[in-house]
């Protein structure tokens, strides 16, 4: 069975702080997404990344895909409140289908 | 452009009673998925649909719960006979083709609620 961990679970911070947020693995993984998600409101998709090493930017948001397809990390620079939210990763599994993992959520306090 | 649209947001039911939970996928979108979310366990994979049809419904329990996905119309999630552990925040998502690649547009869910 494929699983995703994904650390911390729960994250707290000031605003101006840097954070990374982790997804790992033991399996190899197709492609990986990234969702946040707000309370009340459904995932809202932030990036793919499917080659290994790859390296994408968002903003103030950086998202990296493990050589391996295993892992992977989303960091994020100088957090602001709107930062705050649910953070969750999904791979594309053997099956074609989408593991998520249980989410780490993020608390940016003014 | 809508985005899929979820109704109801907030549904109440009693112990027994049936729950119909609707979803309209973006405008283009076939491809339909259903999952449920509780605090503690994330987002969980319950049924995948295309228009007409069943493609995946592994993650959905054999008894109470059916999904279909008309010709015309919305998608529908039925319980029936809900029990409290049915009380969860259901999310509908859609995509414009199937493959994992694509990316999933979610609803803002329908939470539902048994006494």
């Known amino acids: 069975t494929q699983l995703l961990e994904q650390s911390p679970q729960f994250l707290s911070i000031q605003e101006g702080e840097n954070l990374t947020v982790y997804c790992n693995s033991s399996?190899?993984?197709?492609?990986l997404q990234w969702y946040r998600q707000e309370p009340g409101e459904g995932p809202v998709l932030l990036v793919t990344?499917?080659?290994g090493g790859e390296v994408k930017k968002l903003k103030r948001l950086t998202f990296q895909f493990g050589d391996a397809r295993k892992d992977s990390s989303l960091h994020i620079t100088a957090a602001q409140t709107g930062d705050t939210g649910l953070y969750l990763c999904a791979g594309a599994g053997n099956n074609r289908k989408l593991i998520w993992g249980l989410g780490t959520s993020l608390a940016v306090n003014p | 452009n809508a985005g899929v649209m979820q109704n109801p947001r907030h549904l109440v039911r009693r112990r027994g009673q049936e729950a119909r939970l609707r979803c309209s996928p973006v405008k283009g979108h076939s491809h339909v998925y259903w999952y449920r979310q509780l605090p503690e366990e994330g987002l969980k994979f319950m049924v995948y649909l295309q228009k007409e049809n069943i493609i995946d419904e592994s993650g959905m329990p054999k008894e109470r719960f059916s999904a279909e996905f008309p010709k015309e119309g919305p998608s529908i999630l039925r319980i029936q006979q809900v029990v409290r552990g049915d009380s969860a925040a259901y999310f509908c998502?859609?995509?414009?083709?199937?493959?994992?690649?694509?990316?999933?547009?979610f609803g803002n869910g329908t939470r539902l609620t048994v006494t």
């Open positions: 990344v499917v080659t």
């Open positions: 998502a859609s995509s414009l083709i199937p493959d994992t690649n694509s990316p999933l547009h």
């Open positions: 399996s190899v993984f197709s492609s």
